[in-house]
C-alpha cells in the first residue's frame, strides 16, 4: 500500500520567515496530494491541494509543489504569522472516487513573533 | 452548509468495555470514511464506504471493530471489547461521490481506554 513520509516532524521560524515542509509517496499511481492544518484539539482542515497534473499551486501565502518523478511534494508558508502555529499533515490519494487519503506523521510548526 | 457532525466528543471506558461513535454526514456526500488518529500522529483509515455499502475496510480490526451505514447517510463505529491501544480521536469524513474537493472532516471523538 502506499506510505507517506513526512519532514520535518518539528519547524520553528520566526514570524515573518518562510516555512517548508516536505513529503514523499510510494505509490506512482497516487494522483492527489492534499494538504491538512490541525490546531490543537481541533479537527484537520484542508489548507491546499493539488492533482498530478500540476506542478504548483499557489493560494496567497501558501504554495505546494510536486515532482511527480521522484514521488514528492512540499508545501512552502511565507510571510509567517503566529496564527500558522499549527500540526500541518500531507497525504496522498489514488483518486479515482474513491479519494482514501494516508497521511504523513505530521509537522509541528512554531511561528515565534 | 452544516458540516459532518460526530458525537459524543469525549468518552472515558474502561478496557474490555465497548462504546460506539456517531457520525453524520454532509448533507448529498455519498462518501463516508472513519478514520483513527493516535496521538502524535497522522489519520489512518478505518472504514470507508459509498452509500451503505462498504469499499474499504482492509484496516478495520474486525475482531472488535464494527462499522454500518445501514440507510447510506449516518454511521455507527463500534469497538467491543476496548484495549488500551484504541486509545485516539476517532474522525469521520465525508465528500461527494466523485469530487474530492477536500474531505470535510467531523471534530472527532477523543476516546480514552483506561
Known amino acids: 500500500g502506499e506510505n507517506v513520509e513526512q519532514h520535518p516532524s518539528t519547524l520553528s521560524v520566526q514570524e515573518g520567515d518562510s516555512a517548508v515542509i516536505k513529503c514523499t509517496y510510494s505509490?506512482?499511481?497516487?494522483?492527489?496530494f492534499p494538504w491538512y492544518k490541525q490546531e490543537l484539539g481541533k479537527r484537520p482542515q484542508l489548507i491546499i491541494d493539488i492533482r498530478s497534473n500540476v506542478g504548483e499551486k499557489k493560494d496567497q501565502r501558501i504554495a505546494v509543489t510536486l515532482n511527480k518523478t521522484a514521488k514528492h511534494f512540499s508545501l512552502h508558508i511565507t510571510e509567517t504569522q503566529p496564527e500558522d502555529s499549527a500540526v500541518y499533515f500531507c497525504?496522498?490519494?489514488?483518486?479515482?472516487?474513491?479519494?482514501?487519503?494516508?497521511f504523513g506523521k505530521g509537522t509541528k510548526l512554531s511561528v515565534i513573533p | 452548509e452544516a458540516g459532518v457532525a460526530q458525537s459524543p466528543r469525549y468518552k472515558i471506558i474502561e478496557k474490555r468495555q465497548s462504546v460506539a461513535f456517531w457520525c453524520n454526514p454532509i448533507s448529498g456526500h455519498a462518501t463516508l470514511y472513519w478514520y483513527q488518529q493516535i496521538l502524535g500522529q497522522g489519520p489512518k483509515l478505518l472504514i470507508q464506504f459509498q452509500n451503505n455499502g462498504v469499499v474499504d475496510d482492509s484496516q478495520l480490526p474486525k475482531d472488535r471493530f464494527s462499522a454500518e451505514r445501514l440507510k447510506g447517510v449516518d454511521s455507527t463505529l463500534k469497538i467491543q471489547p476496548a484495549k488500551l491501544e484504541d486509545s485516539a480521536v476517532y474522525l469521520c469524513?465525508?465528500?461527494?461521490?466523485?469530487?474530492?474537493?477536500?474531505?470535510?472532516f467531523g471534530s472527532g471523538t477523543r476516546l480514552t481506554v483506561v
Open positions: 497525504a496522498a490519494s489514488k483518486g479515482a472516487g474513491s479519494y482514501q487519503l494516508t
Open positions: 505509490d506512482s499511481a497516487s494522483n492527489y
Open positions: 469524513a465525508s465528500s461527494s461521490t466523485w469530487g474530492a474537493d477536500g474531505y470535510t
